[in-house]
């Protein structure tokens, strides 16, 4: 009986997690603004990129979307690229967060869930820190104030890592 | 019979505490990332002749760092109007007799709640306390509530006491103590990722004092030339269960929400009672739903109760109304504005109360049927 | 401890797991299972005080799951 009980939660929980160490998914996704776009994490390969989920629908994501919006401009001209990767079902929802909480970095739906399952997304919002070398280093899962001391640490340290 | 209360140092810590709240507000500038909101809401409650009551209610809840949750509201109570104090059969059928004592009342009470959470598993603790002149209630709670497979499962344990004090204006060496123990299990559970139930069973047990020092039954004997008085005679304790059922199912292509809630209850004074309560939340636009509901709510009469009372004068005896068998029906209607920046909820119900809506009709005859009506405006400002 | 892992599991056997991210329609206010809290208040006062019955309200789970 054990054995079922545990055999459902393995496979409801996922029988893997992306942590440190793994390389960055190389997916693509269409831009939030311009559908017919696409985004391409695999052409960001030298760049540090923070892949970071959120939705309208996520508290915590009003204090962490206007910092990772600091970081972009901050850290951009040294090779900080943050993409917002929005859960919403409705575009209008994503909309109606970003005229409150307006950001300048880009932003990809995820209709399909492709890039939710292939980053594995345990927590919402989860942030997903890559090296230069397309390997991730760090992974945030939700977001409080000692989330924002450490991932400026973080990148920083990304940065300053010789390619 | 008129009083003003003073909130006492309790009340006012509370009072204090739940006005506090909008500091939390400039707290992001600190550092710390604090969401929540504050409002303030208002009851007006009109009884077909009898009473009349207003509330003004203050309210607020934050979530800090992603790890405190708060949560405090004040209400402070004002009503006026004849209260029923009397069942008498003078007139062949017993019948509520209003004194004609005009009654104002004013009650506050306050409540807050603290929880922190680790990891899965969130720790909480309230407390409460009311204040009306001839009643004062304080009671305390704890909360555990811990999160499973995703936040797809939730199971809560909670257990709270509560010690009143009951007074009487008619009555000034009443000073009676009651205390109710109250243990809480529940279990919530995501159906889909639009339907989710949860159902909660809630025990307690309660000693003290039941009596209400303000009803009285005063019945005529065809066979005898005075009539018998008795006061109101209840049980010195109380045992209960209470099983509510909750169902929540969003239809994404019509933009609506159902939402049903069912309560079964029963005690050990022989009441056992239905809730069912069936809503429908429709979003017309960006800014507006529209919540049409109705309840349904029918009880048996507890053992003791009877309208007359019965030869020989049994131990416990009480003509209350509220311990009848009757069944009543409450639709209501709530409109939700939500903007950015504020969020605007009014709502007006009608409660339609008497014996002929008990579930399979057989109501007690003596009961006065309710009719009331209700608005309650609510505005919250989120942060 | 193992007995309440064991409800879980059964419980969540029987239904579709629902992924942290796709709680959009969960976290909507009608999905909530509590009243907001200014409608709460208002209404605790409305039919209690005319009925025998009380009590069987829980708290905690459902909505957006996040943190």
């Known amino acids: 009986m054990r054995a079922i009980a545990f055999m459902a939660l393995f496979a409801a929980g ?14 693509a996704a269409p831009s939030l603004d311009n559908p017919a776009r696409q985004v391409s994490l695999a052409s960001m390969r030298g760049d540090v990129v923070y892949v970071d989920f959120w939705a309208s629908w996520c508290g915590p994501c009003r204090q962490s979307m ?41 932003l990809v739906q995820d209709a399909g869930d492709a890039l939710a399952r292939a980053f594995d997304v345990k927590a919402m919002p989860s942030g997903y820190l890559a090296d230069r070398h397309g ?8 977001f409080n104030a000692q989330s924002e001391a450490a991932l400026e640490r973080e990148i920083t340290a990304l940065l300053e890592e010789k390619p | 019979m008129a009083a003003t209360e003073k909130p006492d140092g309790a009340l006012g810590a ?81 019948m509520q007799v209003l004194t004609g004592a005009s009654v104002y009342e004013r009650r506050h009470a306050g409540d807050a709640k603290v929880g922190r959470r680790f990891g899965e598993l969130t720790l909480s603790a309230s407390a409460a306390v009311s204040n009306e002149h001839d009643y004062h209630s304080k009671a305390g709670g704890l909360e555990a509530r811990r999160d499973f497979n995703d936040k797809n499962t939730t199971l809560t344990l909670g257990y709270g006491r509560a010690n009143d004090h ?42 003290g004092w039941y009596n209400d ?10 066979d005898q030339p005075l009539p018998s008085l008795l006061p109101d005679l209840r049980p010195d304790h109380r045992r209960s269960w209470a099983w509510l059922t909750r169902y929540r199912r969003h239809f994404a292509a019509q933009r609506g929400t159902l939402q049903a809630d069912y309560r079964y209850f029963q005690d050990d004074w022989g009441v056992r009672a239905h809730t069912l309560e069936v809503a429908w939340d429709q979003q017309l636009d960006e800014r507006w739903s529209l919540r049409p509901a109705l309840r349904y709510y029918t009880q048996s009469a507890a053992d003791f109760y009877s309208p007359v009372i019965p030869r020989p004068a049994p131990r416990f005896q009480s003509s209350d109304q509220r311990l009848a068998a009757f069944g009543g029906l409450s639709p209501s209607l709530r409109a939700t504005l939500r903007l950015d920046s ?17 579930l399979g009709g057989s109501g007690t005859s003596a009961f006065e049927t309710l009719r009331a009506v209700y608005g309650i405006l609510s505005v919250t400002y989120p942060f | 401890m193992r007995t309440l892992v064991l409800v879980a599991a059964l419980l969540a056997a029987g239904c ?14 009608a999905m909530a299972l509590e009243e907001s809290q200014g409608m709460a208040h208002a209404m605790e006062k409305i039919y209690p005080s005319k009925e025998a019955a009380s009590g069987g309200a829980a708290v905690g789970g459902g909505g957006c799951g996040c943190n």
Request: charge should be neutral; avoid cysteine.
């Open chain 2, 14 to 94: 509370l009072m204090r505490a739940a006005l506090a709240l909008p500091i939390l507000a400039l707290a992001p500038r600190a550092g710390a990332a604090v969401v929540g909101e504050v409002g303030a809401s208002v009851l007006g409650y009109k009884e077909r002749g009898l009473m009349k009551a207003t509330e003004p209610i203050l309210f607020g809840h934050a979530v800090i760092d992603d790890v405190w949750e708060v949560e405090a509201s004040a209400v402070g109570d004002i009503l006026t109007g004849a209260s029923p104090q009397l069942v008498t059969n003078v007139n062949g059928q017993p």
């Open chain 2, 213 to 222: 020092p303000y009803k009285f039954t005063l019945t005529f004997y065809p």
């Open chain 1, 135 to 142: 390997v991730v280093r760090y992974v945030h899962r939700g």
């Open chain 1, 66 to 106: 206007p910092l990772l919006d600091g970081f972009q401009k901050r850290f951009g001209a040294r090779g900080l690229r943050v993409i917002g990767v929005n859960k919403d079902v409705s575009a209008a929802d994503a909309q109606r967060f970003l005229r409150s909480v307006p950001v300048g970095f880009t």
């Open chain 3, 16 to 29: 579709t797991h629902v992924a942290p991210y796709e709680r959009g329609y969960l976290a909507r206010p």
């Open chain 1, 14 to 27: 996922g029988a893997w997690a992306l942590d440190a160490g793994a390389p960055l998914p190389a997916l």
């Open chain 2, 342 to 358: 504020v969020i605007v909820e009014g709502a007006v119900g009608y409660v339609h109360d008497a014996s002929s809506l008990r």
């Open chain 2, 166 to 207: 009951v007074g009487s204006s008619i009555d000034p060496n009443l000073d009676a103590p009651r205390t109710t123990d109250q243990y809480l299990a529940g279990v919530t559970q995501v159906l889909s990722p639009v339907a989710l139930v949860q159902s909660s069973l809630a025990y307690a047990n309660g000693r």
